[in-house]
């Protein structure tokens, strides 16, 4: 079976620049979360989606915006790039939320701003 | 909100010994705490997890102890091979609300000598 699956898996953009990142969670996983990971860090939580709704922001600015799609696939959305965003973005599925499934990440999208 | 810190930072073992990696989470609300490795250019992999309902869980070399009133959980590896080389981060959150969230630590790159 397919695993998480994220697309691009590299980026340069420039300050300023808008990004769209794309994230199909693990056949029959409904629930999606999205992470940044700054280099040598752990991941950093900013959402979760599940049913389509948002169930939790993480303390990011509103450049961060995502959506799931009826597909439970997801998008990660940042405006007004800074430098700052230069990090790896992770997408993580799970079966549903709640309940304590596991979170099974993808080997995510690796943004540089410049 | 929840603080997870995490030690060491860095473990270099030689081959067969035992590696200790040490966690402490400040939310008492917290109760599910799994165990990441991360290999170089890949997202993290869930490794192990235990509740709060639980004192110690093993799978095969892997061993979790959970201190729940001191907030303090470990990560346990016996006979380390060189292939459990890694970077390896503990989390916690709460699993009793529709939302989750994990909050990780930073980190400990584990070398493991031949």
């Known amino acids: 079976d397919a695993g998480v699956t994220q697309s691009p898996t590299h980026l340069i953009k420039t300050r300023g620049q808008q990004v769209t990142l794309r994230c199909s969670p693990i056949?029959?996983?409904?629930?999606v979360s999205w992470y940044q990971q700054v280099l040598g860090q752990g991941p950093q939580f900013i959402f979760q989606?599940?049913?389509?709704?948002?169930?939790g922001r993480g303390n990011f600015p509103d450049r961060f915006s995502a959506r799931q799609f009826p597909n439970y696939s997801s998008e990660l959305n940042v405006n007004a790039l800074l430098l700052g965003d230069s990090a790896l973005y992770l997408c993580a599925s799970s079966w549903v939320t709640g309940d304590g499934s596991p979170l099974h990440f993808g080997n995510g999208t690796r943004l540089t701003v410049t | 909100g929840e603080n997870v810190e995490q030690h060491p930072s860095t473990l270099s073992v030689q081959e067969g010994d035992s590696a200790v990696i040490k966690c402490t989470y400040s939310?008492?609300?917290?109760?599910?705490f799994p165990w990441y490795k991360q290999e170089l250019g890949k997202g993290p992999q869930l490794i192990i997890d235990?509740?709060?309902?639980?004192g110690e869980k093993k799978d095969q070399r892997i061993a979790v102890t959970l201190n729940k009133t001191a907030k303090h959980f470990s990560l346990h590896i016996t006979e380390t091979q060189p292939e459990d080389s890694a970077v390896y981060f503990c989390?916690?959150?709460?699993?009793?609300?529709?939302?989750?969230?994990?909050?990780f630590g930073s980190g400990t790159r584990l070398q493991v000598q031949p």
């Open positions: 235990i509740r709060s309902n639980v």
């Open positions: 989606y599940y049913e389509k709704e948002e169930r």
């Open positions: 056949s029959g996983h409904k629930s």
């Open positions: 989390a916690a959150s709460t699993v009793d609300t529709g939302r989750r969230a994990l909050t």
């Open positions: 939310d008492s609300a917290s109760n599910y």
